[in-house]
T-cell receptor, first 114, second 113 residues
Framework: DSGVTQTPKHLITATGQRVTLRCSPR?????VYWYQQSLDQGLQFLIQYYNGEERAKGNILERFSAQQFPDLHSELNLSSLELGDSALYFCASSHDYTSYNEQFFGPGTRLTVL | GQSLEQPSEVTAVEGAIVQINCTYQTSGFYGLSWYQQHDGGAPTFLSY????GLEETGRFSSFLSRSDSYGYLLLQELQMKDSASYFCAVQPDSGAGSYQLTFGKGTKLSVIP
């Protein structure tokens, strides 16, 4: 158990819909990273929040957005869903005091868009 | 941008030693990490190299050579439970103070009796 929680575990929805994925970081970690894992693209960095502020953006579509709340949990919002958005979405947390920091991954949310 | 190349599959015998190589192209990075992922599971951290050389953690060792743009993960005394996918990843130095990970495509290791 990494100490990072993600809900829901599975999500099945239809094209055009909007979903919200939730992540709670390990106690004490200020940084939350979101990653998407698909068969064709592998593990890709989407976006990072640090202590409530966006710190870095990766290959995140404009239809996707995220935020981090004062209690440090984070939500990833996916809208106008397409079939190609079906993937495993992980969040990871870390302390980020230095670059020598392991990222602790949550169990993931498996999104299926029908 | 960054790109990392690693073999897609490797098979090794229980009790043996296996090396998984990772070559990369990146303009600058903080360090090279290795993560393990079992089927259906989440990636878990194995090792990190910020400097050239070897880092040893139990049965696992990792090596980095920045001048050769190359690293590897060495797994010794292989066990059946080591069957998993292994990912190398760099932390690009984007100047934003982010330690985001850029992953390779992963190497699926199969350990056979």
């Amino acid at each position: 158990d990494s100490g990072v929680t993600q809900t829901p575990k599975h999500l099945i929805t239809a094209t055009g819909q909007r979903v919200t994925l939730r992540c709670s970081p390990r106690s004490g970690d200020l940084s939350v990273y979101w990653y998407q894992q698909s068969l064709d693209q592998g593990l890709q960095f989407l976006i990072q929040y640090y202590n409530g502020e966006e710190r870095a953006k990766g290959n995140i579509l404009e239809r996707f957005s995220a935020q981090q709340f004062p209690d440090l949990h984070s939500e990833l919002n996916l809208s106008s869903l397409e079939l190609g958005d079906s993937a495993l979405y992980f969040c990871a947390s870390s302390h980020d005091y230095t670059s020598y920091n392991e990222q602790f991954f949550g169990p993931g949310t498996r999104l299926t868009v029908l | 941008g960054q790109s990392l190349e690693q073999p897609s599959e490797v098979t090794a015998v229980e009790g043996a030693i296996v090396q998984i190589n990772c070559t990369y192209q990146t303009s600058g990075f903080y360090g090279l990490s290795w993560y393990q992922q079992h089927d259906g599971g989440a990636p878990t951290f194995l090792s990190y190299n910020a400097l050239d050389g070897l880092e040893e953690t139990g049965r696992f060792s990792s090596f980095l050579s920045r001048s050769d743009s190359y690293g590897y993960l060495l797994l010794q005394e292989l066990q059946m439970k080591d069957s998993a996918s292994y990912f190398c990843a760099v932390q690009p130095d984007s100047g934003a103070g982010s330690y985001q990970l850029t992953f390779g495509k992963g190497t699926k290791l199969s350990v056979i009796p």
